[in-house]
């Protein structure tokens, strides 16, 4: 009897925690929506399941204080036409077994919370997951045939750290000369005083070839193409950007403005650096950064994490002898850090 009692007050403690995780569980994600702390967390199409779940968990952790307090009719072997030593052995190892696995789970984000406050992802994030500098890249998984040969013409790059951009020739000059200028890489690995003081302006009327995969991205490239300064907007941040990636010749000497944070490899030269965000689909766990390669002819000095507006001309460059493009900023300020400091797919894009 004693060692009975012993096994029940055992169990009723580990309820007893349970209910505490759970309740706490529930009550943290009730001071995360309230300190606007959500966005960090997931994106905003997700947000109605984590709320749901702190519900959930209240159910749950008052039920477990209810199942604490409840006589537990096992406990009586008449009850189950079984010895006390069986039962005992089943309630003493499985019960104990499962309790202490859904403890652990319960435990472990509050363990995790403290260890790492919410805060955005910074450089340090974007270094370790290596930046898409060439998001149009990431097409090439959902197509085949005619699209994977449109694509594959655009000579895009994989996620990577800069180390090596020059700059093409003038789009307007055929000088033989300057065609092998841009294909030239210093030895150090940056792009040359000549290569940045060539011009990128175009006067070849752009066309947009696009298949039923890229068709919607042609679409806004026209619409794009139009205006005097491209603005890369929160709603349609990724869009933009693969849309401008997509068809980076046809861009060239445009003006673009994109807000960001900056992004500053050891290996980059002053005055070079890259204009970033990390796009999420669900959570953090899945963001994956994006930016456009920038070198600074302003006056203004960034530092890494520090959120800038830039707006300059478009230009292709040479990064591990893939193309990307390169914006010529001379135009550059600061900007207060966005509240939500993500960007997001938008989900009617195109329809």
Known sequence: MSEDRNLRTAERKMKLFCACLLLGWSFLIVYITKQQLMPLYVAPRMEWLVKGSALVCYILGIFQ?????VPDKRSDPSACNCTAIEIKHKRGFASSLSSCSAAI??????????VW???????QAAALKGIQYAPSASLKQWTTGPTSSLLASKDNTTPSNPTAESLPPDSSSSSNAATEQSDTIEPSGVVSKEQEQLPATSTKVPTFEADE??????????????????VVTEEQYMEIILTLDLFKEQFAGKRI?????????????????????FSMQCCTADASPF???????????????????????????????????????????????KEDPYVYPDFNFGS
């Not at 204080?65 to 307090?69: L, N, P, R, T």
């Not at 789970?105 to 403290?114: E, H, Q």
């Open 291 to 337: 930016g456009i390669l920038s070198i600074n002819h302003t006056k203004q000095n960034v530092k890494a994490d520090e959120w800038v507006e830039g707006e300059g001309v478009l230009t292709i460059a040479k990064h591990e002898n893939n193309q990307v493009m390169l914006l010529k900023i001379d135009s550059l300020r600061s900007i207060p850090a």
């Open 257 to 277: 403005r994109i807000p960001g944070f900056v992004y500053q490899d050891k290996e980059m030269e002053k005055g070079r650096f890259a204009i970033a965000r």
């Open 213 to 230: 995969f890229t068709q919607i991205y042609a679409d806004l490239a026209k619409q794009l193409y139009n205006k005097e300064v491209i």
């Open 65 to 69: 204080v209810y199942m604490a307090f």
């Open 105 to 114: 789970t319960l435990l472990l984000p509050f363990i995790l919370t403290y």
């Open 117 to 123: 406050p919410p805060m955005p992802l910074s450089s």
